[in-house]
């Protein structure tokens, strides 16, 4: 749970509910001329996409250490000069099967990944 510096719930009787909102945004659109680098940065409308969450009330931004995961990141937290913005590498893309250089055998199993 995150809460803001200096102001944490009351906490009043027994049945004490608190809600959370947890936004899962991706980055921004890249640039095409980047041709999809790990390192390619936001295209403009990747810049228009990232600004139109200004109003979102984060407390806090996470992001991968990608450039545009970053870019994104600075854009909305520059609306939100309070909220903490931490780079974080357990939010970095991932595919559900890994590339064809990474698969290994499974134990007991005929399968690869």
Do not use: K
């Amino acid at each position: 749970m995150i809460y803001r510096a200096g102001n944490p719930p009351a906490i009043e009787g027994p049945a004490l509910t608190v809600r959370t909102r947890l936004y899962l945004v991706r980055h921004g659109e890249q640039d095409p001329a980047t041709g999809h680098s790990r390192n390619g940065g936001l295209s403009r409308h990747g810049r228009d996409q990232a600004d139109r969450l200004r109003t979102v009330p984060f407390s806090a931004v996470h992001h991968s250490p990608l450039t545009r995961a970053a870019q994104t990141a600075d854009i909305v937290a520059g609306h939100l000069p309070d909220v903490a913005r931490n780079e974080c590498d357990f939010v970095t893309d991932r595919t559900p099967v890994p590339s064809a250089g990474q698969r290994v055998p499974c134990q007991n199993s005929s399968h690869t990944w």
